[in-house]
């Protein structure tokens, strides 16, 4: 069942993304080789609570961290460790911040100092498919035409969906229905209603979709060893239109990066 948001609560939802969005861009200045991911875990649990919100992720299904750092082939789920991020290396950072009642929940895959060009093209087209799916996201459409448009983009340039996790429903739960997978069919699956709040999250490997799991019970990675890439934005229907609750302006602010990406999908101002 879909559960829809008043406007009000909109609000309080964009608060919680707004806490992640603004750690993420902390974190953006503490990814570099030499840093471990449980370093960067203890950051982000402290900053989070700083903020008056509570790790999202923290004890959620018994996870054991704040963040879930996923690097290289890992494409979500990893758990925080001592292992140092090393020069080329790329790592998803998926963040979570409960405040309010309401949960927020995105992420963003960072390069660390220089990474390959390839890998660098699986960035750039990962980050642009999550936007072209949210541009699905309308009144009239589907969960389908949202699916579809990402996976259309994504294998037109050669590569893997993966099918086995999927963006989600956002609200009072982590989780809440609709599923949003990044693939699907034009025109299947439940409508977009307004006020229902969406995660998506284009989840994309370099070579083949197939994945596996480690034998921590929580790590996913890409079946061919390849690097995976990951983005997440939170978003709203409001006035029939996607809005974005989340950004990651924080992050370029941080990496002197310049852009335009977000203006098409904000009608408040942040
Ligand atoms: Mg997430
Ligand atoms: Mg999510």
């Known amino acids: 069942m879909i559960i829809v948001k008043t406007t009000e609560e909109i609000e309080l939802m964009r608060e919680s993304a707004l806490i992640v969005s603004k750690t993420l861009g902390m974190l953006a200045s503490e990814v570099k080789p030499g840093v471990t991911t449980l370093q960067l875990d203890a950051l982000a649990e402290t900053f989070i609570r700083d903020h008056g919100a509570v790790p999202g992720f923290l004890g959620l299904y018994d996870f054991p961290n704040s963040l879930c750092m996923s690097p290289n082939a890992q494409i979500v789920h990893g758990i925080p460790n001592n292992t140092p991020l090393e ?20 992420a963003y895959t960072f390069e660390v100092g220089e990474v390959a060009p390839e890998t660098k093209k699986l960035l750039d087209v990962t980050k642009a498919s999550l936007y072209v799916g949210i541009r699905e996201f309308k009144a009239g459409n589907r969960v389908g035409d949202v699916g579809y ?72 990675l890409t079946a ?37 990406e977000e203006d098409e999908f904000r009608q408040v101002k942040i």
Not at 87 to 100: H, L, M, T, V
Not at 190 to 200: L, Q, Y
Request: hydrophobic share 35%; charged share 30%.
């Open 87 to 106: 020069e080329g290396d790329i790592i998803s950072i998926d963040c979570g911040a409960f405040k309010n009642d309401f949960h927020g929940d995105h």
């Open 224 to 260: 061919d060893g390849k690097p995976s890439a990951h983005f997440e934005h939170d978003i709203a229907l409001v006035n029939g239109k996607p809005e974005l609750l989340s950004t990651f302006k924080y992050i370029y602010e941080a990496l002197g990066i310049e852009s335009n």
């Open 149 to 220: 448009a990402i996976q259309k983009f994504t294998e037109d340039h050669g590569y893997g969906v993966v099918r086995e996790l999927v963006g989600h429903g956002l609200g009072r739960k982590m989780h809440e229905d609709p599923e949003m997978p990044n693939y699907g069919k034009r025109g299947r699956g439940k409508k977009f209603v307004e006020g229902m709040v969406v995660a998506i999250e284009p989840m994309t490997n370099l070579g083949t979709h197939r994945i596996k799991q480690l034998k921590d019970g929580w790590t996913i």
